[in-house]
């Protein structure tokens, strides 16, 4: 954050107005049925529209700042619900494709492939 303050683009205030809004916006979205994979696009979006809303409600005279502040804060938002979500043992991790009781390699076998329905074209 304290780059986008050395862009001088807006003040702190501005700066942690957008960053808190952006966050719980982002992260109720989250629980919709969205794809992950968009979700950082969805937070630059959201932090392009909060950025010009607290610039007008500011009465700040250069909104494209503003903008550029809420699009960079979003991008930010997005990869902290990652460090969070890691951080808090969010991530589940699924050990179903190894064996517990031997701790050697795991084997790994070829796909059996129905040639009537999966054929390769040169």
Request: glycine share 10%; hydrophobic share 45%.
């Amino acid at each position: 954050m304290d780059i986008i303050q050395n862009l001088n683009l807006i003040n702190a205030s501005e700066l942690l107005l957008i960053a808190i809004c952006c966050y719980v916006l982002t992260s109720g979205i989250k629980k919709t049925r969205i794809k992950n994979a968009y979700m950082p696009f969805i937070s630059m979006a959201v932090g392009i529209l909060i950025g010009v809303i607290v610039a007008l409600a500011y009465h700040d005279v250069n909104i494209v700042k503003a903008g550029i502040a809420g699009f960079l804060v979003g991008g930010w938002t997005s990869g902290l619900f990652t460090g969070i979500k890691g951080a808090f043992g969010g991530y589940e991790v699924d050990n179903k494709t190894s064996n517990s009781k031997s701790s050697g390699p795991v084997e790994v076998s070829t796909p059996k492939y129905d040639t009537k329905i999966n054929t390769r074209r040169n």
